[in-house]
């Protein structure tokens, strides 16, 4: 059996504990809360880990700018990869688009990619009746499902 330093044993313990405070440690040695924990007390040393992990970062902006001034002006569209297991209608995809002005979300389900111009076109048509606003802007990922002969046409002739 080898001895293990009491300096080294209890840096051990912060690291197990995920870099958890020595006077944390400490009570839960007191209280008997964990066993074979020995008693903690604090180290001279600092933990370089900790010290990184609280470091200060530069703060996210709290709100992206806007570039959509009405509704439909920037509409971004996704298609989601194929599920492993397909709904009970028999669906492995979804569509969705995004208003980026209201923040309205549409989503279809479809049992396969090349259902999605022809969903685009019902969607947009429908959307252009009811609300009579023009959609400006769409916005995708760039996949194939977006980049046929006939989107381009139709979205050149709808001035999208």
């Not at 964990?34 to 903690?40: D, F, T």
């Not at 530069?58 to 509704?71: D, E, G, S």
């Not at 990619?113 to 009579?132: A, G, I």
């Amino acid at each position: 059996m080898s001895v293990v330093n009491v300096e080294e044993e209890i840096w051990l313990w912060h690291y197990r504990f995920g870099h958890l405070n020595f006077k944390s440690l400490n009570m839960l040695s007191s209280e008997k809360m964990v066993c074979g924990l020995p008693l903690i007390h604090c180290p001279q040393k600092i933990c370089e880990g900790c010290v990184i992990g609280k470091q200060p970062r530069k703060m996210f902006k709290t709100a992206a700018p806007q570039r959509a001034k009405k509704a439909l002006g920037v509409v971004h569209s996704y298609v989601c990869r194929p599920f492993d297991v397909s709904s009970l209608e028999g669906n492995r995809y979804f569509l969705t688009f995004v208003d980026e002005f209201t923040k309205k979300i549409w989503l279809y389900l479809l049992k396969e990619k090349k259902e999605v111009f022809s969903l685009f076109v019902k969607w947009c048509t429908r959307l252009e009746k009811q609300s009579e606003w023009k959609l400006n802007i769409l916005r995708t990922d760039g996949g194939g499902e977006f980049n046929s002969k006939e989107f381009h046409e139709y979205c050149a002739a709808k001035g999208i």
